[in-house]
């Protein structure tokens, strides 16, 4: 047997390969023999030999696809026994559209007569001709009626969709109409009442299509004639269940579209009032009246009465979470929980939330209804009037949930949400749960949809400072850095705003907790390119690179809390902070932003920077070059710069300014003396001692870099103590001579700084060690 032995064959390491003539032999044996065997393991041979005639020889390919054409009939019976994969050899043996014709025709004869059971397949195959050759619509409009007809279907529902959403890409001046004239077709059909039940057939094929082409069926429901017939048939089967049912998921789905979501509301309430009566409609029409947002026309009907719907619904059915009744539940409550009285219901119900978390949990539930519970966690976890996460941020979550535009009266302003219940909430369900942490492993098998509800989640618990350590001995921070890296800059407004709020959880995470505590298993430097995509820059090229600078979404207390988050990872001890500062100081993109943000209008950010700098300057080794090298021009631009921020009225930012430079001035002595030859530093560096005489911790910091200038720098060489001399005879140094005495002389009747409350920190009382430095220059800076 040519394909037993051959697959023998396979099995082995051949140093020389088969000749082309067995693989002939085999597929010969495939297409010819009448008596063979039909078990499962010799198709999988069978596949096998065929795939690799197929892979290894040009002359057996050619063999391969002379036996397909001879016998197209025969061919697609046997590959439909194959898996799918095997679909691109048998579409792969055909060179151009007018090879394929045959088989296009054996396709459409097999889909029309539905004889074949394996539809999948031959959909496949057709899906295979459209992506690979160039036909005509003429070739292929066939399609149109034939799986619309068969959308009862779910493979062929599933397969359809996508093949009509490549027909549309290809042909959509001739698509569009053809499908709105079947369908305008179908509805004089269902007028004429030709068929089995016509109009349950427009129904669902409208059902399927509408998120597709939505402006197409939205012309077809909104025509007088199918309207009116709906609502004549809505009227006359008031009590066929299962008609009722499929109008209101039409109904469901058509809200997609504001023209017709007003349309349903004007004609379509009386017949939804009266369904309400009946527990078996009662979540359709409760989602209908919630899309809408009509339900307050309504007399007996209130928020409160939608929303006991909805739970008693997904309680009741729970067990069935494949079933409409739990999708539609969900999806209704995704859209009330954003009503802060439908928020309060929600957190209060003794077996609604402890329900969902077990769910989730146990991931009982998958893809879309498990996006809307995620959802429902989060817009239930939302801070109240958190200026950075609007009710119209929530909304635009829900937007990609049903793409749903934005209704009327969303919010009650009559009723205010409580922060300390929100953060209970988030406590009990998110975080004693240990929800997301749970889900940390699953991360990649989650949608792009749900990952996002998680990050909203992280985002919501994250503006409680006291929650933050929990949040990361639950691995918070590496699922948001997952997240951000496996995003990437995404182009769509509503997933922009998601990776912001993936960014803001990141700095309060890494604004208050020990750098340490996190990076113990990977590096902080991982952080670099996320904190920075939330600073601006003045370069154009930086900017359209992240995506985020000229977006709404990014406030300026983004920018002050990325800075912060920075400052505190440069601060940490030993190598993590030196490698994080030699990263800042290496990339030209990031020390072009710290530059920036040197003299920036806000001064709020140009603290933060400031202060950022000063930690930089805690390891000097990258960072001096950039300020202290007076041969670059740049350099020399920057120390100038600092040297005039030393004025500030900000008294912070002369702290961040005056501690760049003592921190320098006394680790690397050669700066030092380079220093004492900067008449202006000297200058501006007393003119802030004199009029800031009265805080401590500006003054603590001059005096650091005074000392290192005036007793340091001169034992180094001759030529320093020439210097010295040059600066004792400024006319600024009496002011410094007379500032000094005048502190010592204070410090000597106040009580010592160490011993003073944090509340007087900013007078001038100074520790010991302080007041003994500023004795030495003193003394140093006397004249002879």
């Known amino acids: 047997m040519p394909v037993a032995e051959l697959c023998e064959e396979f099995q082995k390491k051949l140093r020389v390969p088969l000749e082309p ?233 058509a809200c997609i579209d504001e023209t017709v979501r007003n349309n349903i509301a004007e004609n379509y309430l009386n017949i939804i009032e009266v369904a309400m009566q009946t527990s078996t409609f009662e979540v359709y029409c409760a989602l209908i009246l919630i899309k809408t947002w009509s339900f307050t026309k309504l007399k007996n009907v209130t928020v409160h009465d939608l929303t006991t719907i909805l739970i008693d619904t997904f309680l009741n059915n729970v067990e069935n979470p494949e079933s409409d009744e739990v999708a539609f539940s969900i999806e209704g409550l995704a859209y009330l929980s954003l009503k802060t009285s439908v928020k309060l219901i929600l957190r209060h119900h003794s077996f609604f939330c402890p329900k969902v978390v077990e769910i989730i949990k146990e991931n009982k539930f998958k893809d879309h209804n498990f996006y809307g519970l995620l959802i429902i966690l989060a817009n239930l976890g939302t801070p109240p009037n958190d200026p950075k996460l609007s009710g119209k941020t929530s909304l635009k979550d829900l937007k990609s949930y049903a793409n749903l535009q934005h209704p009327n009266s969303m919010n009650d302003e009559d009723i205010k949400d409580d922060k300390t219940s929100i953060k209970k909430f988030n406590q009990i369900n998110i975080l004693d749960t240990e929800l997301v942490s749970g889900l940390k492993p699953k991360m990649s098998e989650l949608s792009s949809g749900s990952q996002e509800q998680l990050v909203r989640i992280i985002y919501n618990i994250t503006r409680y400072v006291e929650s933050i350590a929990t949040c990361v001995q639950q691995g918070y921070t590496i699922i948001i850095l997952e997240y951000l890296i496996n995003t990437g800059n995404p182009k769509k407004r509503e997933n922009l705003m998601i990776r912001v709020l993936a960014l803001r959880s990141l700095c309060k995470i890494l604004i208050h907790t020990d750098p340490q505590l996190i990076f113990n298993k990977f590096s902080s430097l991982n952080t670099l390119t996320f904190l920075f995509e939330m600073l601006p820059s003045a370069d154009l090229a930086i900017q359209n690179e992240t ?138 560096a007393i003119t802030a001692f004199v009029d800031q005489i009265e805080d401590s911790e500006l003054i603590r910091r001059l005096l650091m870099l005074f000392y290192a200038l005036f007793e340091l720098a001169p034992e180094e060489s001759s030529q320093s103590y020439a210097t010295l001399a040059k600066i004792k005879d400024l006319p600024e140094m009496d002011d410094l001579r007379a500032a000094l005495t005048v502190l010592l002389e204070q410090n000597k009747t106040k009580p010592n700084f160490s011993e003073t409350s944090a509340d007087e920190n900013t007078s001038s009382s100074l520790a010991s060690e302080d007041i003994e430095v500023a004795e030495t220059v003193l003394n140093r800076i006397s004249k002879e």
């Open 21 to 253: 003539e067995k693989y002939d032999e085999a597929l010969d044996e495939i297409f010819n023999s009448t008596s063979k065997d039909t078990g499962s393991d010799y198709r999988d041979k069978e596949e096998t030999v065929i795939t690799r005639a197929y892979q290894d020889h040009q002359a057996s390919k050619k063999h391969l696809a002379e036996h397909i054409k001879t016998n197209l009939s025969f061919s697609i019976s046997l590959f439909e026994t194959f898996s799918n994969k095997s679909v691109h050899v048998l579409i792969g043996v055909f060179d151009g559209r007018e090879d394929t014709i045959p088989l296009l025709k054996e396709l459409e004869y097999r889909i029309k007569s539905q004889e074949d059971k394996n539809i999948h397949f031959l959909l496949s195959c057709v899906l295979q001709l459209l992506n690979k050759f160039e036909y005509s619509f003429d070739d292929l409009g066939w399609l149109i009626r034939t799986l619309c007809l068969r959308f009862d279907n779910e493979e062929v529902r599933s397969m359809g969709l996508v093949i009509f959403s490549q027909l549309d890409m290809r042909f959509h001046d001739e698509f569009e109409p053809a499908l709105l004239l079947f369908l305008e077709g179908l509805v004089t059909e269902a007028e004429s009442d030709i068929g089995d039940d016509p109009v349950s057939l427009v129904i669902n094929i409208l059902t399927e299509l509408y998120p597709a082409f939505t402006a197409l069926c939205s012309s077809i429901i909104l025509g007088k004639d199918l309207d009116r017939l709906l609502q004549d048939q809505a009227n006359t089967r008031s009590k066929d269940e299962s008609f009722l049912k499929k109008l209101f998921k039409l109904l469901i789905v």
């Open 547 to 684: 995506h985020l600078i000229n977006e709404d979404y990014l406030t300026t207390t983004d920018q002050y809390e990325s800075l912060l988050a920075l400052t505190n990872l440069a601060s940490s001890p030993q190598s993590d902070g030196e490698e994080m500062c030699k990263a800042i100081g290496s990339n030209a993109k990031y020390w072009n932003i710290v530059e920036n943000l040197m003299l920036d209008d806000n001064p709020v950010l140009q603290r933060a920077d400031l202060e950022l700098i000063s930690n930089l300057m805690s390891h000097p080794i990258s960072i001096a070059v950039k300020f202290f090298n007076f041969d670059n021009k740049q350099s020399k631009r920057n120390f100038e710069i600092l040297v005039k921020l030393l004025l500030l009225d900000d008294v912070k930012s002369q702290r961040a300014v005056a501690a760049i430079f003592a921190t320098i001035s006394n680790m690397i002595p050669f700066v030092t003396q380079e220093l004492l030859k900067q008449e202006v530093l000297i200058k501006n």
